[in-house]
């Protein structure tokens, strides 16, 4: 179907997640934010660094911070296995890596299968959270990954941009 027949039928294309897990819950992010997935290596520590930023690593000659988002969203001890991975995002004007414990596949949601998050409080910050996709039993945590990538506690504003 091509765009202008979709538009004059009120279609609402679909939007394609990669779907990752942290601990136990699955999490999705716009698959057009991803520029790669690369099997976890150990980054150059960085002094002063906070804790969930893990290092850097060298990519192709561009130093990419990488953010651990188990420790950023304090979900226990991180263990590193053959499925733990960095997901290479472009976010804005940035490179990140953020480290993973594995990804699932590519997921298309319509928009129908997107429920709003709920409201939890003050005490956890949820502005980073799109909604929650929905697809037969499975349930995604929708993230917006600009929004949490360039948010001031995570430290990776333009201002502190690494270049090689």
């Known amino acids: 179907m091509s765009s202008n027949v979709s538009q004059l039928h009120g279609y609402v294309p679909a939007s394609e997640y990669l779907a990752f897990t942290l601990g136990q819950e699955e999490y999705g992010i716009d698959i057009q934010k991803v520029g790669e997935i690369r099997s976890y ?87 980073h959270i799109v909604g929650l996709g929905t697809l037969d039993e499975r349930m995604l945590i929708l993230v917006d990954i600009d929004k949490l990538m360039s948010s001031a506690d995570m430290g990776l504003t333009e201002n502190t941009a690494l270049a090689a």
């Not at 850097?56 to 979900?75: A, E, Q, S």
């Not at 990140?96 to 409080?121: C, F």
């Open 41 to 127: 290596e150990a980054p150059t520590r960085i002094a002063n660094a906070p804790d969930f930023v893990k290092g850097v690593v060298n990519l192709r000659g561009l130093i990419v911070p990488i953010v651990d988002m188990r420790i950023k969203f304090n979900l226990g001890t991180p263990t590193y296995d053959q499925f733990t991975v960095v997901i290479i995002l472009n976010i804005g004007h940035r490179v990140v890596g953020m480290v993973v414990d594995r990804v699932s596949d590519v997921t298309t949601l319509l928009p129908e299968q997107i429920k709003p998050a709920p409201e939890i409080g003050s005490a956890l910050n949820t502005d």
